[in-house]
């Protein structure tokens, strides 16, 4: 990387592979693969020189930051401020690229060295340790929908420790559906969702854009601190008694009759396939390190804005 004209550039000088050759030390013809076997963590380290007190000084810096404790209390490494266990190595998506990030020295910019990170022969998945302040969950109530994904629409948002906000937004089914999962306030198992807007099934609650237009049920709910929008045991579901059905959140491989977004989601309005109105939304699908931020773009005609 090189600073131009106010810019600064990338080149590349070389692409690694990393291979797996089995438990303990390899012997000599060992074959690698591509693929580490599930569970497995990978740790990153790179080698450091700098001069320090007018002689050439080396040592490893870590992505596990409890690993920099010594060069991080070291010399003129302390300036960087990253505390004594603070990691030197950060993860971030540009451009729809991984990139990994290296801070090797004093300043924290964390642009002393930076690899493009491609997957293997299985696609590539981050999963986020932040969470955002709100989530979106979106529901298709049939087998072979129009994926529009405004059958249930709930918004949750975290406001302390213990206590969620739940708000159901939309309904665009004629379905009797249930809300499993929550059972706090009037969202509650045996609720029926129309019935939650004062409305009975056969028609649809907040997904045109004409028409009226109904305000959210909000709930709050006391949780533990522990919890997590990430953890499939708190997360909301959804009952179809017309047809006898259960809908959750899509696994890795499944159609996207249930997906949960990390924002405040404009949802498609009715009978708008998801990918009509996110025109990222199959990249994303095809390989997750694509498009990871699809819903961010959306066609503003085809969305539902309130």
């Keep these: 990387m090189f600073y131009f004209g106010d810019t600064w550039w990338f080149c590349k000088h070389g692409s690694f592979a990393l291979m797996y050759f089995g438990d303990g030390t390899p012997s000599i013809g060992t074959v690698g693969s591509y693929q580490f076997p599930q569970g497995y963590k990978i740790g990153f380290m790179v080698r450091a020189m700098t001069t320090h007190d007018g002689g050439k000084k080396q040592g490893e810096?870590?992505?596990?930051?409890?690993?920099?404790?010594?060069?991080?209390?070291?010399g003129n490494f302390s300036s960087s401020h990253l505390g004594p266990d603070g990691p030197r190595l950060a993860w971030l998506t540009v451009n729809q690229k991984i990139l990994m990030c290296w801070e090797s020295g004093?300043?924290?910019d964390f642009n002393d060295i930076i690899l493009e990170v491609e997957g293997?022969?299985?696609?590539?998945?981050?999963?986020?340790?932040?969470?955002?302040e709100v989530y979106t969950y979106c529901f298709e109530d049939t087998p072979v929908g129009d994926y529009d994904l405004n059958d249930v629409v709930i918004k949750a948002v975290r406001k302390n420790e213990t206590t969620v906000e739940y708000?159901?937004?939309?309904?665009?089914?004629?379905?009797?559906?249930?809300i499993r999962n929550i059972n706090s306030g009037v969202?509650?198992?045996n609720a029926e969702v129309h019935?939650?807007?004062?409305?009975?099934?056969?028609?649809?609650?907040?997904?045109?854009?004409?028409?009226?237009?109904?305000?959210?049920?909000?709930?709050?709910?006391?949780?533990?601190?522990s919890f997590s929008f990430l953890n499939a045991s708190?997360?909301?579901y959804i009952y179809d008694k017309t047809t006898n059905t259960t809908i959750y959140l899509?696994?890795?491989?499944?159609?996207?009759?249930g997906i949960m977004i990390p924002d405040d989601f404009e949802y498609p309005l009715e009978r708008v396939c998801v990918k009509d109105a996110y025109k990222q939304f199959n990249n994303w699908g095809k390989n997750p390190i694509l498009s990871t931020r699809w819903y961010e773009a959306p066609t503003a005609s085809r969305v539902c804005r309130w």
């Design 61 to 74: 810096v870590y992505g596990d930051g409890r690993l920099n404790n010594m060069i991080n209390n070291y």
């Design 106 to 108: 004093t300043d924290a």
């Design 120 to 132: 293997g022969i299985e696609p590539f998945d981050t999963i986020p340790e932040l969470e955002s």
């Design 167 to 178: 708000s159901l937004v939309a309904c665009g089914a004629y379905d009797e559906l249930f």
């Design 187 to 189: 969202i509650q198992d």
């Design 195 to 225: 019935s939650l807007f004062g409305k009975a099934p056969l028609q649809f609650i907040n997904t045109s854009s004409a028409g009226e237009h109904c305000d959210p049920v909000v709930v709050t709910k006391t949780v533990d601190k």
């Design 234 to 236: 708190t997360q909301p």
């Design 250 to 257: 899509a696994k890795k491989g499944q159609d996207p009759h």
